[in-house]
T-cell receptor, first 115, second 113 residues
Framework: GAVVSQHPSRVICKSGTSVKIECRSLDFQATTMFWYRQFPKQSLMLMATSNEGSKATYEQGVEKDKFLINHASLTLSTLTVTSAHPEDSSFYIC???????????FGQGTRLTVV | AQTVTQSQPEMSVQEAETVTLSCTYDTSENNYYLFWYKQPPSRQMILVIRQEAYKQQNATENRFSVNFQKAAKSFSLKISDSQLGDTAMYFC??????????FGAGTRLTVKP
């Protein structure tokens, strides 16, 4: 299957700083990428859908100014957590659908810890 | 909006036995795809099986098979000859074009030796 690479896998940052998470499709072009947040022992909650060359679509309740998403190319989407707080600590996963939304490929996830 | 419901938070099964995980969904769409993903402790999402809504035949992948009832909007996963390595979280997922993918709450499966 296609490969989606997410980096970093783990990051620890101080409160008030910003953290950028990258999601790359390595062997296919992804015009759309999904960003999910997963709390321990819970499901994947869709935060936003990024679209290459246009603004991301955020789910209700997700702060656009806090979770900045950029999809500048067909192989790269980034999620920046701005002014991070301890409550932003979580596991973040990206995925990219392939074809006409027939399958999605997932990154390895990023464990963010804000201290 | 589409919703996906998994009503079994936890399940357990003896090694070599069969277990069925339930999933129901709600949609007004006619063209969509359903998935079962496995998430082991590494938290990497692994595709177990996929079903196209327009296909009546149930998908199978080795020990994994689904019972897809489109009219009832039901999509259960059967794991035969359960193995210790099957222990994981299992998520049912729904995707439709334009790309929109939603997950159920998950079922934690434990395979006991």
């Amino acid at each position: 299957g296609a490969v989606v690479s997410q980096h970093p896998s783990r990051v620890i940052c101080k409160s008030g700083t910003s953290v950028k998470i990258e999601c790359r499709s390595l062997d296919f072009q992804a015009t759309t990428m999904f960003w999910y947040r997963q709390f321990p022992k819970q499901s994947l909650m869709l935060m936003a859908t990024s679209n290459e060359g246009s603004k991301a679509t955020y789910e209700q309740g997700v702060e656009k100014d806090k979770f900045l998403i950029n999809h500048a190319s067909l192989t790269l989407s980034t999620l920046t957590v701005t002014s991070a707080h301890p409550e932003d600590s979580s596991f973040y996963i990206c995925s990219a659908p392939a074809g006409a939304a027939t399958e999605a490929f997932f990154g390895q996830g990023t464990r963010l810890t804000v201290v | 909006a589409q919703t996906v419901t998994q009503s079994q938070p936890e399940m357990s099964v003896q090694e070599a036995e069969t277990v069925t995980l339930s999933c129901t969904y709600d949609t007004s769409e006619n063209n969509y795809y359903l998935f079962w993903y496995k998430q082991p402790p590494s938290r990497q999402m692994i595709l177990v099986i996929r079903q196209e809504a327009y296909k009546q035949q149930n998908a199978t992948e080795n020990r994994f098979s689904v019972n897809f009832q489109k009219a009832a909007k039901s999509f259960s996963l059967k794991i035969s000859d359960s193995q210790l390595g099957d222990t994981a979280m299992y998520f049912c997922a729904f995707m439709k074009p334009p790309p929109d993918m939603r997950f159920g709450a998950g079922t934690r499966l434990t395979v006991k030796p």
